[in-house]
């Protein structure tokens, strides 16, 4: 399995539109971040979760030209924005797969309708199959992927594992029934906005606290903002098995 990571920012990216906030004027790489996504590459397949407004360049960069499905998180918009830009490969390929929550899904086709839209459809439109999604197991071709249910504030959000390999952003609470769906996994992502405490993401003391309880040998940081600091200085603070993500960093398991 090999995990890309397109994307490590938060809702607004770094830089911040108009900000002179230091981190936004880095001029290390490690600290350009595009809002939150991953490319899943396992045996034949290729997968994306979440399709924020960032995708278009994220698919460029990464240079992908096929994908197998998008599973979404949840409905905020750096994590949908981007459907539109699933054109190219609905050109290519045809209908889209896209996972997602009932709720997460009802979102979706009230922003995009003319997407979704069955009758009288307008001929360059993309369109997409619906798989909606609870929270239990479900199948991506071979690959069994495990749902880790959280709440970013009071909004129900999903996490997935698959195989070793589990990656949650947008979490604020996670109760103990679904901690342990993590036992055993050997890479752990999770987000971590920044140092001070937040009413819907973890901060960075909430981030290593929840890390410790999983014990994976490995764990990354990710949707990340400004505030957190800058990448080199932030990194050498952590636990030796836990290392900010950054954009385009690839993993193999």
């Given at each position: 399995m090999k995990i890309t990571f397109l994307g490590t920012g938060t809702s607004q990216g770094i830089p911040v539109i108009g900000s002179n906030h230091p981190v936004c004027l880095s001029k290390n790489k490690k600290d350009k971040r595009l809002r939150v996504s991953v490319l899943i590459e396992c045996d034949?397949?290729?997968?994306?979760?979440?399709?924020?407004p960032d995708f278009r360049q994220q698919m460029l960069r990464a240079n992908v030209s096929i994908i197998d499905g998008i599973l979404f998180t949840h409905e905020h918009?750096?994590?949908?924005?981007?459907l539109d830009d699933i054109r190219?490969?609905?050109?290519?390929?045809?209908?889209?797969p896209i996972y997602a929550h009932k709720r997460v899904m009802r979102?979706?086709?009230?922003?995009?309708?003319?997407?979704?839209?069955?009758?009288?459809?307008?001929?360059g439109a993309p369109s997409v199959k619906k798989i909606s999604i609870?929270?239990?197991?479900?199948?991506?071709g071979d690959l069994t992927v495990i749902p880790i249910n959280g709440f970013h504030n009071k909004l129900q959000v999903f996490g997935f594992r698959f195989k070793d390999f589990a990656y949650l952003t947008d979490m604020?609470?996670?109760?103990?029934?679904?901690?342990?769906?993590?036992?055993?996994?050997k890479i752990l992502v999770v987000n971590a906005l920044r140092k001070?405490?937040?009413?819907?993401?973890?901060n960075l003391k909430e981030a290593l606290q929840f890390i410790k309880k999983v014990n994976?040998?490995?764990?990354?940081?990710?949707?990340?903002?400004?505030l957190l600091g800058f990448h080199d200085d932030v990194e050498k603070t952590l636990p030796k098995n836990v290392f900010l993500a950054y954009d385009n960093l690839e993993l193999t398991m």
């Open positions: 034949d397949y290729i997968y994306v979760i979440d399709c924020g918009a750096d994590h949908t924005a981007g190219p490969f609905f050109f290519k390929q045809g209908d889209i979102a979706l086709e009230r922003r995009f309708d003319y997407i979704f839209e069955t009758e009288n459809k307008y001929p609870e929270n239990k197991p479900f199948n991506l604020k609470t996670v109760e103990e029934q679904e901690i342990a769906k993590l036992k055993g996994v001070e405490v937040h009413e819907s993401h973890f994976p040998k490995r764990a990354y940081l990710t949707h990340i903002s400004s």
